[in-house]
């Protein structure tokens, strides 16, 4: 608040998250009146007036008490000289009963007013409030989510786009191999503002792939995306790279090569999938060759799958039928 560039007084007001509006002596400053031409203070839920007010966010729309106090009659103004980590979604709004008028602050940080010390009407604890709200133009959205191969490999692309998301919301991948009966995390997101984010799951099944994207926005609401569904009938042996198996048919014990081996050091996974697509069994493997006793798996068509576990990328695939 100011008369002129010399008689000014300050306050804040902070908003965060899980806090009290009522009075905290740790962290809040109550106000104590000074001698000089202008004083301002804001009030906490409890009535008590603060140089340092710490609020939070509201759920719709909350009101702030101001009290403003002066020497002479004259002009006065109100200025928000700095807005800090408020997110968009908020809108500050600057009530004043006296004239019934009110202005958005977030285009109009200056607020002229006139004080008639013969009029208590124009000063005090009754003519100003601060109004903060959410607008609801500002709230979060999903605008779509996909999932997608990707080309010549066994990945699924994954990507959605958002508006309003800023960098508080939560995305979570959730995926399901089991006709939507379950859903697994697969990665979590934080948002940055940008409104386009992608993740690659490069371990789907044989059969369905059922994804949901798990969001969680500034009031900590959850909503599910639709659920979006990739099929695969059988894993393509990448360029570049083959699995030999002997004996195939097998009865008991499975030997696996891996060719060729690759430059630097690396360690394996192998994942032995039935012909409906669930995973039977797993192991991984610093060597090429791989030894597997697979006499207790029901006899039938099997997929094993091997990966780079530094890198998660596809080595090959190919299928076995054991007797």
């Known amino acids: 608040m100011a008369k002129d560039p010399i008689n000014t007084d300050d306050i804040l007001i902070r908003f965060q998250k899980d806090i009290s ?84 602050m977030r285009k109009h940080a200056t607020y002229s007013f006139n004080v008639l010390k013969s009029d208590s009407n124009t000063f005090g604890s009754k003519r100003f409030t601060l109004v903060i709200r959410q607008n609801p133009a500002y709230t979060y959205q999903l605008l779509n989510f996909t999932a997608t191969k990707i080309t010549d490999s066994t990945r699924v692309h994954l990507a959605w786009d958002t508006e309003n998301e800023q960098d508080y919301t939560n995305f979570t991948v959730e ?17 940055s503002g940008l409104g386009s984010y992608s993740f690659a799951d490069k371990n789907p099944i044989i059969g369905q792939n059922i994804y949901k994207l798990k969001q969680e926005d500034f009031n900590n609401t959850t909503t599910y995306s639709d659920a979006v569904v990739v099929s695969f009938s059988d894993f393509r042996e990448p360029p570049g790279g083959s699995l030999g198996l002997f004996p ?71 299928k076995f039928v054991k007797l």
Not at 65 to 94: A, E, H, M, S
Not at 251 to 273: C, D, K, M, Y
Not at 279 to 285: C, E, F, K, N, P
């Open 248 to 318: 195939n048919p097998v009865l008991n014990q499975l030997n696996l090569v891996i060719t060729p081996r690759p430059v630097e050091a690396t360690s394996f996974q192998i994942r032995i999938f039935n012909i409906s697509g669930f995973l039977v069994r797993q192991a991984s493997s610093m060597q090429n060759n791989w030894q597997g006793d697979v006499g207790d798996l029901k006899p039938g068509t099997y997929i094993i799958k091997v990966s780079d576990l530094r890198d998660n990328s596809l080595v090959g695939n190919t």
């Open 21 to 104: 509006s009522v009075f905290d002596v740790d962290v809040d400053a109550q106000y104590f009146q000074g001698n000089g031409q202008v004083n301002l203070s804001s009030f906490s839920s409890d009535g008590i007036s603060l140089a340092i007010n710490l609020q939070p966010y509201p759920k719709i729309s909350e009101s702030i008490g101001l009290k403003v106090i002066t020497k002479t009659d004259g002009p006065y103004q109100l200025n928000l000289t700095q807005i800090v980590n408020i997110p968009r979604l908020f809108d500050i709004w600057l009530k004043d009963a006296y004239t019934k008028d009110s202005i958005d």
């Open 175 to 191: 995926r399901s191999t089991d006709n939507g009966l379950t859903f697994r995390v697969l990665d979590t997101v934080t948002s």
